[in-house]
Every structure is written in C-alpha cells, then in structure tokens.
C-alpha cells in the first residue's frame, strides 16, 4: 500500500548561503505557500504536495542522482564539479539539468600571484593549482592539453600560495575583491556559472507526474516574466514594421483602432526583454505615442 506522503515531490535547496533566498523567492513565485519544520530542515508546501528540504549546496545534486529529492537547485559549479565526479564511476547521466536559472551568477576562474612566474594559462604546466572543484579542472586541464598538478582544497582556497602549497588557484569570483586581498590576479575563466534546476534521472512515478509538470511550466514562466515587459503606444499603422524590429520577441502585435483615425493604431505588445529609454526614444522617432511600459505579474505560454 503507498502512503499518501509517497506522492508528495521533495525539492532541495541550500539551507543557509548565497541561493537560498533566490531559490525560495522562485518557489513562492511559483505559488508555493509553505511553513517551516521545528528543525527548519523542511519546508512543508501547504497548498501544493511540495516539500522543500533545506540542505548543505555540495549535496543537492547527490540526493536528486539518488532520487532522495525530485528536483534541487544548485549552482553549476557545484552541479558541474559533482556530474563530472559521479560519471568517473558510473557512465550515466547522474541527473538531468532542467534549466539554468536567472540568479548566483559567477565565475570559476585562475588566480595567479602578483609577481609571480604564472601570467597566462600558458604557463601552467608543471604548477600546482589548488582548488575545491578538482574534476572541473583536471577535466579542463585534459581538454587544454596542460600538464599540471591538482591540489584539492575544501576552503580558503586563496590562501594556499601563500601558504606555499600551491603555485596558482582556481576558484569561484563575483567582484574579485577576495582574489585583490590576497594579491591574486583573475586570469582565465574555465566556467560561467549561474544556479541551475536538476530533476532526478529517474523515470516521473504517475502519481507525481502532474505537479511536477506544472511546477516547471511555472518555472518557465516566472523565469520569462522577470525578463518581460508589456508595452502599450499608438502609432502609424505604417510602422508596424519598424516596430517589430525594435523589440525583440513581439512579432505578433495586438493592434487595435482608434476612433476617428485611420493612419494611427494602438499596439500592444510582449517584449521578452527589458526595454531601455534608447528603445523608447527610437520608438518616438519612428512616429509612435503614449508609450507605456508595464511589468508582467504571469505569464502562461
Ligand atoms: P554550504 O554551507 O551550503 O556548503 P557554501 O559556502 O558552499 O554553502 P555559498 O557561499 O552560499 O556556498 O555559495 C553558494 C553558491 O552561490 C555557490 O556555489 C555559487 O554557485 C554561487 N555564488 C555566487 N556568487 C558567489 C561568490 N562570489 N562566491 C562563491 N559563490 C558564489
Ligand atoms: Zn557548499
């Protein structure tokens, strides 16, 4: 016999860091009203059969390969580090990577000492690189065709060639502020990384199928509003054209009449863009009026 809680879908999220506000802002985007456990290691969705658990980043993408949770939302890099780890025992895709999400944008990147020998990638062969993404660089290393060493680190990375235990680095950088402070300098990037939605490998049991499709078709859409914009004007019938061209994703404007005019049109569109004023202006030029500009509450394609 299953229990009802069987059909619930489980979603793991960081419990405490950088994602964790984005990853929860996206579930109740998506509808999701939830209370916190006594242990706030799970979040229990009251209006849909949801629950969130609240985990470390470094296992999300382990408990959706295993299946403990149907989806999770993890950063790429972690994503990224842990696939290229599993795939060295197992052949199969551990999790599929549903989407990358619009938040916890960075970048993994070389640091290389401040009057050091290392100035380029070209110089790292036969150096040290200490990092705490050890698969992303040692499979980067492969494909660059350098010879080099790979220390593994679990923290404070920056540190380590000035505790002569690495020559160079290889870690995450938003502004570059931590790379400046220990006398480092970016050097190449090797992964462009932003939060990602991962599913579990495994085939959707019937009994979750439903939400979990509706869940991502929400995903879908509120990742598509933050990036759109409902735009309203009048303008000359004969610049539709024109009009298309300058914004990008409306090519099939609504466009009514207006009373007594037969040159002029109000035109409505989706822009799957933000519009900036230089979009406005141009617009004005080509002949359009009263322009407004609204955001998009939802959207369902
Ligand atoms: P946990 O306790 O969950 O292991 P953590 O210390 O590993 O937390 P955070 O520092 O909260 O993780 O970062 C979480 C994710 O945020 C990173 O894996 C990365 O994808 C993203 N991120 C965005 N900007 C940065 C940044 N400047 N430095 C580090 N991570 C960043
Ligand atoms: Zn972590």
């Known amino acids: 016999m299953t229990k009802p809680k069987d059909a619930r879908i489980k979603i793991a999220i960081q419990k405490s860091g950088r994602l964790t506000e984005h990853s929860l802002e996206l579930l109740q985007r998506c509808g999701l009203k939830y209370t916190r456990g006594p242990d706030q290691l799970i979040a229990y969705g009251e209006n849909m059969p949801v629950d969130v658990l609240m985990v470390r980043d470094d296992d999300i993408p382990g408990l959706v390969r295993d299946d403990v949770c149907d989806l999770g939302i993890a950063g790429m890099n972690i994503v990224e580090e ?21 938040f916890g944008h960075c970048r993994l990147a070389f640091g290389y000492p401040e009057g050091g020998s290392v100035l380029s990638k070209a110089d790292l062969a036969g150096t040290r690189i200490a990092t ?19 220390v593994e680190f679990s923290g404070s990375v920056e540190i ?20 400046a402070a220990n006398k480092l300098r970016e050097g190449e990037t090797i992964l462009e990384s932003t939060a990602a939605l991962l599913q579990t490998p495994v085939a959707v049991p019937e009994e979750k199928s ?77 002949g359009a009026s009263s322009l407004l500009v609204l955001p998009v509450e939802k959207m369902l394609a």
Not at 83 to 101: G, K, N, T, W, Y
Request: aromatic share 6%.
């Open 132 to 150: 705490s993404y050890p698969s992303i660089v040692r499979d980067y290393l492969a494909r660059e065709g350098i010879k080099a060493q790979v």
């Open 210 to 286: 439903a939400w979990i499709g509706r869940l991502l078709q929400r995903v879908e859409g509120v990742l598509q509003v933050r990036g759109s914009k409902y735009i309203m004007m009048h303008a000359p019938r004969s610049a539709l054209a024109q009009i298309a061209a300058l914004l990008p994703g409306s090519e099939s404007p609504t466009v009514l009449p207006l009373e007594g005019r037969d040159d002029r049109v109000a035109v409505h569109v989706v822009c799957r863009e933000n519009v900036f004023w230089e979009t406005l202006e141009s617009l004005k030029s080509i």
């Open 160 to 179: 380590a060639p000035s505790l002569g235990r690495a020559d160079v680095i290889c870690d995450l950088v938003s502004t570059g502020a931590t790379l």
């Open 82 to 102: 842990r696939r290229l780890h599993f795939l060295e025992r197992d052949p199969a895709q551990p999790f599929r990577i549903v989407r990358q999400l619009d």
